[in-house]
């Protein structure tokens, strides 16, 4: 049974991300910010780089190239799915689904606004952790799940070692 089987993990993460993100917006200026937590507030900011504002004020190409690339991923991952047993492999599905539904979260902000939204924003004191949004804690955990597989990918296949 193919991978495919996850993608309405992916789904799933696309539309929680976006009825975040216009939650957001409807209900916040632009870097307004409520206090939740002593480490955790919420934010609305506009990312118009990558992951840590990188490339942010390079002049709009960005834009273009992130959305590409994010596109390009996407089918890799949609086809790198189809090849995965659901079940034999379900970190990996699982990871793989996560980083599509959060990629394609993104890309959607990207075509529609020209940049990101992001809204968490996590602290210690006043050492600020850049601000993130549901999609890219999707990728995050996305690549956590992939690592884990791998890890016990080779933990299975060491002579000697049970499963």
């Not at 919420?42 to 504002?53: D, E, H, I, Q, V």
Request: proline content about 3%.
């Amino acid at each position: 049974m193919s991978g495919w089987r996850w993608l309405p993990l992916s789904a799933l993460i696309i539309a929680i991300d976006q009825a975040s993100k216009v939650w957001v917006e409807r209900r916040f200026e632009l870097y307004e910010s409520i206090p939740l937590l002593p480490v955790f507030d919420l934010t609305y900011l506009r990312n118009t780089g990558a992951a840590f504002s990188f490339l942010a004020g390079a002049g709009g190409w960005q834009r273009w190239f992130f959305t590409l690339l994010a596109l390009g991923v996407s089918v890799g991952i949609i086809v790198w799915l189809r090849g995965v047993h659901a079940r034999a492999q379900a970190w990996l599905a699982a990871g793989l689904a996560l980083i599509l539904g959060g990629a394609l979260g993104n890309v959607i902000d990207r075509l529609h606004h020209g940049y990101v939204i992001d809204f968490v924003h996590v602290h210690w004191q006043e050492h600020y952790f850049p601000a993130f949004n549901v999609a890219d804690a999707a990728i995050t955990v996305g690549a956590a799940c992939v690592i884990i597989d791998a890890l016990l990918e080779t933990r299975r296949a060491r002579p000697g070692k049970a499963a």
